[in-house]
């Protein structure tokens, strides 16, 4: 068991651009499920691979039960890592596989087989140890890549994009066998994605970073919620959250020719980014005020519609739509912000107004 954390680590791979981590503070909890995420190159894996000592911190620190992991080495560190590519050695047999790491260790053969039938169990290999990797499916070979980790019962799991070889369906059943398996054994884990619903389905708090930063560090529903910023706002949540640049006055936001609330001590702000979620507008009639927009897509989920429209400014808007809406592609259709439900956001930083 153990606790991590970041010390406004920095790193720097080259001196004349920004760095691709810059200074960052996470504390993470024994046996917290921490998943990092964010768009391709703003440096989660960076983050992971510093904490796992694969990569040098240039300044800052990451510290493993508060002991700086400075002059540690990776191998000394109690860092199980699960990569996206997860080799696993074709020619042992899969028992051999999980095993590898405790023989290097000089475990003896018997606590050798007890470690990894425990494991097998939890990860329901049990049938399959005397396999070749070549027999299995990508799940099964995953399941193998994560019995490597846990027979050698590490302080921390650094995990990087454990599950973007599998398939989508079977991307949605690892991910909960995987966060099922972190709860039962409590191993705190630090979990690299860049897919939003991985993160949050997983994590028990999210980091978004963007460009080396972090943005926000908080439970899933909170990062929903109460978005820190417009850049959270806008990466969590599918359909995105529409952003609107619009004009404020008496405390009011003027939306199409609507007026909507706004939750916010506004300063002297005359502009301000209005966000709303798809689930956040609803369609009303001709008389009523709202925004005015042209249906550009209509997607069909099943369960939920959503339609992607245009402002004759140029704005694009989603919303979610009911069951049986009849809304087609090319019509005209009014929309306007539930009150309670909208956030607002500095035209200048992004940063969220209360
Ligand atoms: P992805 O989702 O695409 O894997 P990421 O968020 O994990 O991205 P990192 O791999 O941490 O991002 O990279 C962060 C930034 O650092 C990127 O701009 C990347 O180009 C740069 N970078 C990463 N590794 C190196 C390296 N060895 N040398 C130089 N630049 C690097």
Redesign the pocket.
Known sequence: MATARFDHATRR??TSSAP?VDSLDIDIADGEFLVLV?P????????LRMLAGLEPVDSGRVLIDDRDMQRVAPRDRDVAMVFQNYALYPTMTVAQNMGFALRNAGVNKTDIRRQVEEAARILQLEDLLDRKPSQLSGGQRQRVAMGRAIVRRPKVFCMDEPLSNLDAKLRVSTRGEIAGLQRRLGVTTVY?T?DQVEAMTMGTRVAVLDK?VLQQVAAPRELYDRPANAFVAGFIGTPAMNLVEVPVAGGRALVGDAKIDVPASLGGRDRIILGARPEALRLVGAGEPGLELTVDLVEELGAEAFAYGHSDAGDRVAIRLDRGHGTAVGERIRVRHIDAEVHAFDTETGDRID
């Open positions: 791979f080259d691709a964010g391709s190159g703003c440096g989660k894996s960076t983050s690299v860049h080396g």
